[in-house]
């Protein structure tokens, strides 16, 4: 078997997408199954690269694309590649079984943020004729912040087995187990403790800009 992962993030190797995916291509390794990995926001600067991109989209089993949440929907970048993807293979008869998966995560803490980029992801999967195996939706995701799984400690040790019981279920060319959806969902903190960390870091992130004193303007209505 052969699984292409597909990083959808515009920060590439830095990003929690490309955490979360490599984490889930190293399990599907140990598997056995032949792996490739992707980034959208290089693939779409040449017709090399997207030729790249339709040959490994072509030749996977599993299809994985791993993709943060922007403003309910994918990054642009995604869906322009989702495009292009359609219409390259919208004249090419199937000739094997495709499985795809998505996983999404969002800074929101509540992983529910993230059903329509996964809505969004299952309708690309349908109408390229790849068999949807699920999806997984991660709240929070600004805590990992683009570290590697393994140096994430507890944070992730609900994250790491749902993606370890998504590679066995892969691996045997089954869909996704309700389990490991519901693992990924779980919060990696509490949510009061999230926000607080969140609100100090965007004051912190003023402050350093030399805007603190404006957070508060209304400029629409003062």
């Not at 989209?57 to 309910?72: C, H, Q, R, T």
């Not at 939706?137 to 393994?150: D, H």
Request: with cysteine; net charge positive; aromatic share 6%.
């Amino acid at each position: 078997m052969f699984a292409a992962l597909i990083i959808g993030s515009p920060k590439g190797p830095n990003s929690t997408s490309n955490a979360l995916g490599t984490y889930l291509l190293e399990r599907l390794k140990e598997k056995g199954v032949s792996t490739n990995k992707i980034y959208i926001q290089q693939v779409l600067t040449s017709e090399q690269g997207m030729n790249t991109l339709f040959r490994s989209v072509g030749e996977a089993d599993i299809i994985i694309l791993a993709s943060p949440l922007y403003a309910d929907s994918h990054h642009s970048g995604v869906i322009a590649a989702m495009e292009l993807i359609h219409r390259d293979l919208k004249n090419k008869p199937g000739i094997k079984k495709q499985m795809m998966v998505a996983i999404s995560n969002s800074g929101f803490p509540e992983s529910s943020h993230n059903d329509p980029s996964l809505a969004i992801s299952r309708r690309f999967a349908l109408e390229c004729g790849f068999e949807w195996a699920g999806g997984l939706a991660l709240g929070g995701g600004e805590s990992i912040g683009g570290r590697p799984l393994e140096e994430a400690g507890g944070l992730v040790r609900n994250v790491k087995k749902s993606l370890e019981l998504a590679a066995g279920a892969l691996a045997r060319g089954e869909k996704l187990p309700e389990e490991a959806i519901r693992l990924m969902a779980i919060p990696l903190v509490p949510k009061w403790l999230y926000l607080l960390i969140g609100n100090i870091g965007w004051l912190w992130r003023a402050k350093k800009q030399g805007c603190r004193e404006r957070l508060n303007r209304r400029p629409y209505r003062d």
